[in-house]
């Protein structure tokens, strides 16, 4: 009986340590994974407040606040991160978030996890404008066939 107590004790601390929140960085012009883990967080930190905490342990080049990303692994920022399509049409590049396979309507800065069974991904993304208006918002930049010409031309993977 006493045998029993001590598993069931074991296996309901094993199972409930094992919940964190998982979390990955993509590279820019694939689908690949330049960077994952899974951390157990306090859920009254904002995913911007633990990105830039998982970025600094993890050592990963970035700039940003807990508000967004600027760069990370060397993108180019400013006006460098636009792709000038024509005199009507360019895509803006940057990094978006998604929490659970989504991209959350707010920025990270005031977005809190629901639990630690949540998961951080952070892609490299761009805005698409045309002919005045703001088409879309953070589409997949692997998808793009310009991505690879656009990242050679800046000097990044």
Request: aromatic share 14%; proline share 3%; charged share 20%.
């Amino acid at each position: 009986m006493v045998m029993k107590k001590i598993i069931l004790c074991l296996l309901f601390s094993l199972i409930s340590s094992s919940h964190a929140v998982t979390w990955q960085v993509h590279r820019p012009c694939d689908s690949s994974i330049a960077y994952q883990g899974d951390k157990k967080l306090n859920l009254e930190k904002s995913a911007g407040q633990h990105s830039v905490n998982l970025f600094e342990l993890a050592g990963i080049e970035f700039q940003g606040n807990e508000m967004g990303m600027n760069s990370i692994m060397g993108t180019p920022t400013g006006m460098q991160a636009l792709e000038v399509l024509s005199d009507t049409e360019m895509r803006s590049y940057g990094w978006c978030y998604q929490v659970n396979g989504f991209g959350p309507s707010t920025l990270p800065g005031n977005f809190y996890f629901n639990s630690q069974e949540d998961h951080l991904t952070w892609v490299y993304g761009f805005a698409h404008f045309k002919d005045g208006e703001w088409l879309s918002y953070c589409e997949l930049a692997y998808r793009s066939e310009n991505c690879e010409s656009y990242a050679a031309q800046r000097d990044f993977e």
